[in-house]
């Protein structure tokens, strides 16, 4: 079945750099588009960027060029990085597959990053 | 950026009917197709797909929630209210770049 699972650090320090996986399963990456979204604690969710099925990026451009997202396909897997964090960098970091009409049908459990002075 | 207005908390009672509405800023419809979606979030958990496309029942959702609307004004309704619905409910729009979502509407049981 359809499966996706962040890994990543609990912990990063102020301006340094955040490096988070995303596995997915149980479909190919060259079919169906994985994006990440982020929600900080009690707060509401924010769209970060996708990486398209054919390779191609977008990114919101609140995250200026902070923010890169790449793949590997053979490994089924999607990575973010993002430099220069701030403590309001702190929240839940999902990846979610995309449909084509721009719902995200399924989504991982979320990995929880908290910016430490 | 297209913005997204939801009330923040909606109170109502089992079996009863909530209806949670969201706004847009800009129409998000486009060749007849409304490009928006309700998810369901619980604490600690990630959000659920719930109605894609304007009101097209995810997998596996009861029919309990139904979705309506077009243009600008949406509605997501759940019809009776059941116990394990309590929790936040959000609505998301990608008709633009970049995707965006409402603040959510937290339900709570009179």
């Known amino acids: 079945q359809v499966q996706l699972k962040e890994t990543g650090p609990d912990l990063v320090q102020l301006t340094q750099t955040l490096s988070i996986t995303c596995t997915v399963s149980g479909f190919s990456l060259t079919t169906y588009n994985v994006h990440w979204v982020r929600q900080p604690p009690g707060k509401g969710l924010e769209w970060m960027g996708a990486m398209w099925n054919g390779g191609g990026t977008d990114y919101n451009s609140a995250f200026k060029s902070r923010l890169s997202i790449s793949r590997d396909t053979s490994k089924s897997q999607v990575f973010l990085k993002m430099n220069s964090l701030q403590t309001d960098d702190t929240a839940k970091y999902f990846c979610?597959?995309?449909?084509?009409?721009?719902?995200?049908?399924?989504w991982g459990q979320g990995v929880m990053v908290t910016v430490s002075s | 950026d297209i913005v997204l207005t939801q009330s923040p908390a909606l109170a109502v009672s089992l079996e009863q009917r909530a209806t949670i509405s969201c706004k847009t800023s800009q129409n998000v419809d486009n060749y007849g197709i409304s490009y928006m979606h309700w998810y369901q979030q619980k604490p600690g958990q990630q959000p659920k797909l719930l109605i894609y496309?304007?009101?097209n029942l995810a997998s596996g959702i009861p029919a309990r929630f139904s979705g309506s609307g077009s243009g600008t004004d949406f509605t997501l309704t759940i019809d009776p209210v059941e116990a394990d619905d309590i929790a936040t409910y959000y609505c998301?729009?990608?008709?633009?770049?970049?995707?965006?979502f409402g603040a959510g509407t937290k339900l709570e049981l009179k």
């Open positions: 979610a597959r995309r449909e084509l009409g721009g719902y995200f049908d399924y």
């Open positions: 496309e304007g009101s």
């Open positions: 998301q729009q990608s008709k633009d770049y970049p995707d965006t």
